[in-house]
Structures are given as C-alpha cells and as structure tokens.
C-alpha cells in the first residue's frame, strides 16, 4: 500500500540525519588530521630555531582554535584523544627545547632513590658525585670533584647555568613540592639513566593525554583545545614540564567539586604541592574545603620536614628574589608601563586580593569550572610570569569552561618569553592579550542580552556534564 503524505512527512521528520552526522565527523577526523601535521612542523621546526616557539606557536594555536570551532561539532571522544596522542609523538623525537627543567627533575628523582633529599643536597655537591652520568654531566665526570660540598649561603647570587652540567642552578637545591618529587622518583624508578629526560617526556605525554580524555568526557569540542594544543605538545611531550600534573589534578578537582567535595579539595592541595599556583583557586571552593585543600598541602610536606627541617624551603625564597617576585622588578609587565617596581608590587597584591574576594562572592553562583578560568587566568595577567610553561592549567580550565579567549594569555606569554630585556614590548603583549579577553567577554555578555539570555551557555557546569543546550532564562542569574 502507497503511503499517504502525513506519513512521508513523518518519516522524514523522524529518520536520523546520518550523513550530515557522519559528514560533520569526517570534517572533524580532518581537522585533526591537520593539527597533528602542524604539531610536527611546529616541534620539528622549534629544534632548529629557538624563535620558532614564539612565533609559530600563537599562529597554531590560533589555527587549532579555528578549527575546533568551524568543524569540532562533530568531534567524538575517541577522534579527540587519538590526535591528542598523534600531537605528542613528535616532542618525544628531540630532547627539552623551551627549558632545561626535566634535567633537574630526573636529578630530583635519581637523589630520592638513592636515599637523600634533593632539598638538603645540590646537584654539584660532590657527595653525589656517584649519581653523576655523561647525560646530565657531561663536563663533569664521577671521580672529578666540583669543589661543593655544601649549600650555599647566598645560593641567590649564583649564575644560572654551569657549563660542566645541563641542570639549571646546580649550586642549589630544589624548588619542587613534594608531590612533585614524589612523580620524579615514580618515574626514575622506571627509567633507565641512559635515557636521560625520555621517561619523563614519555610520562608528561601520557598525563596530558589523560586529560585530554577527561576534558573530552565532559565536551570532545572544547577538549581539542587543550589535546591538539601545539603549547602543550611541546611543554609536555618535549619540555616534559611538571605542570602538565599541576592542570590534571586542577581539572580533576573541578570535575569532582560538585559530587565529591572532599576529594576535589585534596586534589587541589595536591596541585598545589605540584606548583604553588593552584593554590591560587582556594576561594572557588567553599565551605571549609579549602582547609582540607591546606591540610593536604602541609601534610604532604610532612616527612620532608622531618627528614631535613627548614632545608625542605629549598631555594624557593631565592627564586622568589631572583625572579622578581619580592620587589616586582621583573613582574606585572602590564602595571610596569606606568608604575614602579614598589608601586607596581602594591597595586599587584590589591588587585590579588580583589580578584580573591570576587571568586569568593562568585563561588556558588557561577560554574566552578568558569570561575577557576578567570581566576586563573586574571591572576597570569597580573603577574605575568617568565616562564610561558605556567599558563598549561589555563588551557586545560579555558576548555573545561568553554572559553577559548584565554588561550590569549600563555599565547602572549611566548611572545613575551621571547621578547626577553624588552620591558616596554613584553608589557604591551600581555595587555594586548588582556584587551583580546575583555573583548571576548564584553561581546559575549552584549549578544546574552540580545538573545535575552542572562549569561552566554557555558560548556561544563560545576559536576562537569555538559550545558551548552541550556539557555538561562531571564528571571534566573547564575
């Protein structure tokens, strides 16, 4: 029997649209297709020219960018991780090229399970000197002797950099917290010393691989922002830096907040004895959480104090000088071009306590997820840190909350990293990514109220499941 036009009509209104789904996803698996090839340009290119990462690295991350938003609808979490892992590969072919943190952590790591503390010893102390290999030290062999025994005294006025090892700031101890030590040690234990930062580059790939699949559980589309990065293949897979952990254990804390407070809490302490910074976040969580986040930051300091008293500081009140923090003369880039290093230090410290005091009074009302991003990210504007490396947990919250404009802050971090001695330009780079988020939120705000929504959809709320179906109704503020 010939069917009668309502029930054409109804088949057509109900048959699933394959091929536009299966087109939408073909489009994606391309997408991906191009980033892991620009990721090896980008790395492979970096090896050769140090300004690489400056200048190619903000064009990627702009491209990724364009891509996820033009054709990432029909991402999958599967597609989203495979590029992710395709991203990593080429960093694991070159050794460190952004820094030359990784040789200190396989030293950290090598001195742990040799039974000493990497906060008590330097790695140019000669009674390490059997833990000396031709990777780490290839101007200084075993059976030579560096003339340091002991750390010291003034470890801040020490150079840098020691032609006869490739760790930076051999004449004193760590800075690392102690859950950072403690993936250090994890690590060495399984890699052999012959190759060098390898295990550790390996590792950092696997944990920001990781993340890219719990981002991509809460929204394949925003995940691709962190997992096809080309700032995160080459600060994790290549530069191996430990704040791929630090944005893991972040995300992991706002995924779990809403359903597991307790544990969230004792996954940002853990971040937070992974890089001082997460700790910055304590006032997006509420109701005595941050007293476990704290006591899960003292306690894991615990056994080292006992071991080795106040040594367990390490150099950290030495960096804080050397870097800038203690009288601002190399911080606040932004405030720097019309204020002082004591006027700037001022103004910097209001405006963290301000910026404290606003996500405290947010915290409940908005997405945690979204208010750790702002935080975060207002936070890296203020402060402006050297190392472009800081902003790998802004990344991860940007895609978390679904929002792409603040990639512009550890994109201008590299431009500005490369524009090292130029005080007025690196200011004007930060401000220019700071002007590019204001923007971004203004317009987002000004097209909410056209639409007559109150607030523009977010991508996750506070248990992490995804929202950006849900208009907000006028009568609702979130």
Known sequence: MRPSIPDFVHQARTKPPR????????????????????????????????WWPNLVLAGGTVLVGLLVWRFGRGLTVGAVVVVAGLCQVPGLLHAPITSTDAYRYVWDGRVQLSGHSPYGYVPLDDRLAHLRDPVLFPGLSPDRRSGVTSIPKDPASLPVDDARTRINRPGVPTIYPPVAEAYFTVVALVTPWSVGTLGLQLAAGLLAIALTWLL????????????????????????????????????????????????AAVLLGAAGSVKLLPLLLLPTFRRRKPLVAVGTFVASYLPHVLAVGILVLGFLPGYLNQEGFEDGSSRSAILALLLPPEARQLVAAALALGLAALAFHRAGRDPIALTCCWLYGAALVVATPTYPWYGLPLIALAALAGRPEWLAVPVASYLAYGSFGHDTRQGLIHLTAAVIVVIAITLRRQVAADSGLT????????????????????????
């Open 216 to 263: 991509a559980v809460q929204n394949p589309r925003w995940a691709a922002l962190w997992g096809w990065s080309p700032i995160v293949a080459l600060e994790a897979g290549n530069a191996a830096h430990v704040d791929v952990l630090a944005a893991l254990l972040i995300t992991a804390a706002v995924v779990t907040a809403a359903r597991r407070p307790k544990v």
């Open 19 to 50: 091929k536009r789904g299966n087109r939408a996803q073909s489009r994606g698996w391309w997408a991906g297709a191009v980033v892991a090839v620009g990721v090896v340009v980008v790395v492979v290119g970096a090896a050769e020219r140090q």
């Open 455 to 478: 607030a523009a959809p977010l991508a996750a709320n506070t248990d992490g499941r995804d929202e950006t179906h849900r208009p907000r109704n006028l009568g609702r503020l979130r």
